[in-house]
């Protein structure tokens, strides 16, 4: 597994971002998708306590699946591991928001609910011995998705996302390392 220094990885978190941010401009654009995002108190709410949900059955997928917790272990190692507390702060907000501009904003629209998820999911993965990192992810971009086509807000998606990240950064962060 690769590893990677704080100033790599703030760099590839901003570079994928604006990646992503883009892809998402250029497909909304051309396929003339009108995004369902309005700054809402409950929709906010929803997405705070839909974070809160998926961080507590990660937490508890965590402690009872050993497959989960070795390959959560990894990716969380190389990816939260380098960084400062207030680095935190850009590992919520960058992918949260590109990545569900792109994945509910734009793909959601276009290709449905799963193969969106499916392909949300593969994003994650940095090596197949992940998969149970990578089929978390997938049902967490079905919560994800179907809150979005739910509440008909994408806020709430945005939301939860950044809180789950948050919540990740904050609780692996507190985590005793192996020597």
């Given amino acids: 597994m690769p590893t ?14 604006v990646v992503l941010l883009a892809i998402a401009q250029v497909w909304r654009n051309v396929a003339g998708i009108d995004l369902a995002f309005q700054w809402s108190w409950v929709a906010f709410a929803e997405g705070i306590g839909l974070g809160c949900f998926l ?18 272990a990894q990716y969380m190692q190389l990816i939260i591991a380098p960084l400062q507390m207030g680095d935190w702060l850009w590992l919520g907000l960058l992918p949260g928001l590109s990545e569900e501009l792109l994945f509910r904003g734009v793909m959601l629209p276009s290709w449905g609910l799963v193969p969106t998820s499916v392909l949300f999911g593969l994003l994650h993965v940095l090596d197949w011995r992940q998969w149970p990192y990578a089929l978390w992810t997938t049902i967490i971009g ?17 939301t939860a996302h950044v809180v789950v990240n948050w919540i990740s950064c904050w609780i692996w962060g507190r985590m005793p390392r192996e020597a």
């Fill in 142 to 158: 079905l919560a994800f998705g179907v809150a979005t086509l739910v509440s008909g807000n994408l806020l709430v998606a945005v």
């Fill in 4 to 17: 990677f220094s704080r100033s790599q990885l703030l760099l590839t978190l901003a570079i994928t971002a």
């Fill in 55 to 72: 961080s507590a059955c990660s937490f508890a997928l965590y402690q009872l699946w050993p497959a989960y917790r070795e390959s959560a």
